[in-house]
DNA sequence: ATGGTCGCGTAGCGA
């Protein structure tokens, strides 16, 4: 079972470089986060041509996230728990049906939080710290679950080419990178870090200043594992080459690799 | 060098 996560920015301007990554891929499942688009406007049809059911939580403009799955979507909801005044679309959650057992799968897009000295910060450590609360809930259940997605934070400073330079950054504040530390303290394993013997690998380059040619990137997609997920992994791949496809997402798919 | 890159939506914001 392949489980990957992918910030697309924007699956309409980017779909003919995210099925031709599908169908080379060929993930299970694939968690999108920035899909920019209202339920209605979603590609349903050119997704299901290559095999893939979608469940999406859309929103006009901004944010948005959704998931493919081969293998069905069952339980799906919308939204994460703990504020009811919240309107904006970045979390999506649904169980996957498994063979021997099921996998529990959200595609997260947490806050930017830049500027922290505005309420965007605050809003990004309230929203960290309800997925906190949520992901211990679904720690107790005792399942295979995976929480993919674009979590905005650097772990650690081998997470970036130039620590110095984004310090004070909403991605790379101490606060964040704690509540990134606190996600995991839940028991859930950061799948990357489980493969042992490797050098930190880069999830993003921004558009702006030849940041790619320059491997100016930063390391912010993840898979936070439950322990039923982690016992089941086989290996984790950061697909960098899609960051040199023909209109790239300024993210790469990071792909989970699980017996089941 | 007083710009620089995208996407949305058609100005300026968000990343």
């Not at 081969?70 to 009811?84: A, H, N, Q, S, Y």
């Not at 910060?121 to 399942?143: C, D, I, S, V």
Request: glycine share 8%.
């Amino acid at each position: 079972m392949k489980i990957a996560t992918w910030n697309v920015n924007s699956i309409n301007a980017r779909l003919p470089t995210i099925l031709a990554w599908l169908e080379k891929a060929a993930p299970d499942v694939v968690c999108l986060q920035e899909i920019k688009c209202v339920d209605e406007k979603f590609p349903t049809d050119a997704v299901a041509e290559l095999g893939y059911e979608a469940a999406v939580h859309g929103q006009k403009t901004y944010n948005g996230v959704a998931i493919l799955s081969k293998r069905g979507i069952e339980d799906v909801t919308c939204g994460l728990p703990g504020d009811d005044d919240d309107e904006q679309a970045r979390y999506i959650e649904a169980v996957i049906p498994g063979e021997t057992s099921a996998f529990r799968v959200a595609s997260i897009y947490l806050p930017n939080g830049n500027p922290v000295d505005t309420e965007k910060y605050g809003y990004k450590l309230k929203w960290f710290e309800r997925l906190r609360m949520h992901a211990r809930g679904l720690r107790a259940l005792e399942e295979p679950l995976v929480l993919a997605g674009d979590y905005n934070a650097i772990p650690r400073p081998e997470d970036v080419h130039d620590p110095a330079a984004w310090e004070g950054d909403a991605l790379f504040r101490p606060e964040t990178r704690s509540a990134w530390r606190a996600l995991l303290w839940e028991g859930f394993t950061d799948a990357f870090m489980a493969v042992d013997g490797r050098m930190s690998q880069y999830t993003f380059w921004d558009y702006q200043g030849g940041a790619w040619q320059k491997d100016h990137g930063i390391r912010i997609d993840h898979l936070a594992l439950s322990p039923q997920a982690a016992d089941r992994l086989e290996g984790v791949e950061i697909d960098r080459k899609a960051r040199a496809m023909e209109k790239p997402s300024d993210h790469v798919p990071v792909i989970g690799a699980f017996r089941d």
